[in-house]
């Protein structure tokens, strides 16, 4: 499975304080996107543990890199 299940994104984005994990700054759920850390195509699971919530921006910037960006602290 490829997409992150709503229960799944929605923990994640709780857990980051409603934050981009990248640029830091917060959202509605409905602007994020659920992404894998470890990417998909470099053999990242679809599991909570590799779940961050993204803004659209940062998450169309970063692309399949990984580890591009440090994660803001949130």
Same mark, same amino acid.
């Given at each position: 499975? /490829?997409?992150?299940? /709503? /229960?799944?994104?929605?923990?994640?984005? =709780?857990? @980051?304080?409603?934050?981009? *994990?990248?640029?830091?700054?917060?959202? =509605?759920?409905? @602007?994020?996107? *659920?992404?894998?850390? $470890? #990417?998909?195509?470099?053999?990242?699971? $679809?599991? #909570?543990?590799?779940?961050?919530?993204?803004? /659209?921006?940062?998450?169309?910037?970063?692309?399949?890199?990984?580890?591009?960006? &440090?994660?803001?602290? &949130?």
């Amino acid at each position: 499975i /490829r997409s992150f299940d /709503r /229960r799944d994104a929605l923990a994640a984005y =709780e857990k @980051q304080g409603h934050k981009c *994990a990248i640029c830091g700054e917060e959202f =509605e759920f409905e @602007q994020m996107h *659920a992404d894998h850390i $470890t #990417p998909w195509s470099k053999g990242g699971k $679809t599991t #909570p543990d590799n779940c961050q919530m993204l803004c /659209r921006d940062c998450n169309l910037k970063k692309g399949a890199q990984e580890k591009l960006f &440090v994660q803001h602290e &949130v």
